[in-house]
């Protein structure tokens, strides 16, 4: 199994930075991709963006060149920088981790941080 820890979350004015932190621990080596997804009241939950174990990251269109997804291996975590924030970018955010052991592929979820934007 793999635990999810999300943090980072928070009341942020239009226009400003936030990051994102999602601690990993469990199974690490299972791990075959992180991805962060956003989830506003009465909506589906969305992809942002996410990151393979091989390094390559991938972005939903509406947040390209807002938003940069990293990690640090050393301390299994995956960060998800989120610049020019704007007021539609209010949404729990939750760190999803894609697993595959002896054959079986699992998704992990954090419980979420909250993201406030005020214009």
């Known amino acids: 199994q793999v635990q999810l820890v999300e943090s980072g979350g928070g009341l942020v004015q239009a226009g400003g930075p936030l990051r994102l932190s999602c601690a990993a621990s469990g199974r690490i080596l299972s791990i075959n991709a992180i991805s962060w997804y956003r989830q506003a009241p009465g909506k589906q939950r969305e992809l942002v963006a996410s990151?393979?174990?091989?390094?390559?990251?991938n972005y939903a269109d509406s947040v390209k060149g807002r938003f940069t997804i990293s990690r640090d291996n050393a301390k299994n975590t995956v960060y998800l920088q989120v610049n020019s924030l704007k007021p539609e970018d209010t949404n729990v955010y939750y760190c999803?981790?894609?697993?595959?052991?002896?054959?079986?592929?699992?998704?992990?979820w954090g419980q979420g941080t909250q993201v406030t934007v005020s214009s």
């Open positions: 990151i393979t174990s091989g390094g390559s990251t």
């Open positions: 999803n981790a894609r697993t595959r052991w002896g054959g079986t592929w699992n998704d992990y």
